[in-house]
């Protein structure tokens, strides 16, 4: 097996391909962003920025990382690597690495889920965006874990990279896929980086996701939107699979890393987090939706 850093990144000041050097990414035009002792690069420039420290807290990051190292998660991993190693054993051509984008990776899980199941198939480029800079942080930290529980490794396996789905600074048409895992989809982007033919997977919550949390911290809950798949601009639905199963948290401690992982943190009253937080037990579903879109020829 072999993983690599995705190496086509284009600056985010005027969209040319920025190369590496001195521990440095730079383009033709003078722009430089160094690279940071943890291994990662900020990409993301001030006038894109919606606030001074956008995207998931450092609390947030760090419950994230808490409840996914628990294994809560991991038949969505599964399912998100097996997607993806399918669509790669059968796009790959061998001559390249099969490229992947996670685009608001957080703090790397899904992405270091997938190197690890990737052993003895396809050589893999990979890449996690994250508009967060603690999460990109995180995620850098964890890199040695890419594909091995060896020891640590002085060469990064993914590229981290700071910076925003809204404006990603890859070049256009150079990935083989993308993955947007509970995010922010911006198609376009998404389309303009993509080669054709090439996947993108978005991963929703569906109608019952956290349902039994849901209704301990709400009032009331909205009604379920419509499940069906509405083909993207520039893209051909090619396959839908619902994944659905139930998790015994046992313990505060997961209960809270559970709500402090979720936007429904900020969306609920404090009456509705006091009556989380008085938990210490909780029978929760976990229903997901993964949609396979394929970039138009």
């Known amino acids: 097996m072999s993983i690599t850093p995705f190496q086509a990144l284009a600056c985010p000041l005027d969209g040319k391909p920025l190369t590496m050097a001195n521990n440095a990414w730079r383009c033709t035009a003078g722009h430089g962003f160094d690279i940071a002792k943890q291994g990662y690069v900020n990409l993301l420039p001030v006038q894109q920025k919606r606030s001074s420290d956008p995207g998931d807290s450092k609390t947030m990051v760090a419950a994230r990382?808490?409840?996914?190292?628990?294994?809560?998660?991991?038949?969505?991993?599964?399912?998100?690597?097996?997607?993806?190693?399918?669509?790669?054993?059968?796009?790959?051509?061998?001559?390249a690495p099969f490229s992947c984008l996670d685009a608001g990776c957080g703090e790397g899980y899904y992405l270091r889920q997938l190197a690890n199941a990737a052993q003895h198939t396809l050589p893999l480029a990979l890449m996690g965006l994250d508009i967060s800079k603690w999460a990109v942080l995180a995620a850098a930290k964890q890199g040695s874990?890419?594909?091995?529980?060896?020891?640590?490794?002085?060469?990064?396996?993914?590229?981290?990279?700071?910076?925003?789905?809204?404006?990603?600074?890859?070049?256009?048409?150079?990935?083989?896929?993308?993955?947007?895992?509970?995010?922010?989809?911006?198609?376009?982007?998404?389309?303009?980086?993509?080669?054709p033919g090439g996947m993108l997977l978005q991963v929703e919550a569906g109608p019952s996701h956290l349902r039994e949390l849901r209704e301990i911290i709400y009032p009331t809950l909205k009604p379920e939107r419509p499940s069906e798949s509405k083909v993207s601009e520039g893209f051909i639905h090619h396959h839908t699979e619902r994944l659905c199963y139930s998790l015994a948290l046992d313990?505060?401690?997961?209960?809270?890393?559970?709500?402090?992982?979720?936007?429904?943190?900020?969306?609920?009253?404090?009456?509705?987090?006091?009556?989380?937080?008085?938990?210490?037990?909780?029978?929760?579903?976990?229903?997901?939706?993964?949609?396979?879109?394929?970039?138009?020829?």
């Not at 401690?253 to 943190?265: E, F, G, R, S, V």
């Not at 909780?282 to 949609?291: H, P």
Request: glycine letters at 8%; proline letters at 4%.
């Open 251 to 297: 313990g505060a401690k997961d209960i809270a890393d559970l709500l402090a992982m979720t936007p429904h943190l900020y969306r609920a009253s404090a009456e509705g987090r006091a009556r989380a937080g008085a938990l210490e037990a909780l029978s929760i579903t976990v229903e997901v939706r993964l949609v396979q879109w394929l970039r138009s020829e």
């Open 65 to 95: 990382q808490r409840f996914l190292d628990a294994g809560y998660y991991q038949p969505i991993a599964d399912a998100v690597s097996r997607a993806v190693l399918g669509q790669g054993e059968r796009q790959s051509t061998r001559d």
């Open 145 to 195: 874990r890419l594909g091995s529980q060896q020891e640590h490794s002085q060469t990064p396996q993914s590229q981290w990279v700071v910076g925003s789905n809204a404006h990603l600074p890859v070049q256009s048409q150079t990935l083989d896929s993308v993955l947007c895992m509970f995010g922010f989809p911006v198609i376009g982007e998404f389309a303009r980086v993509l080669k």
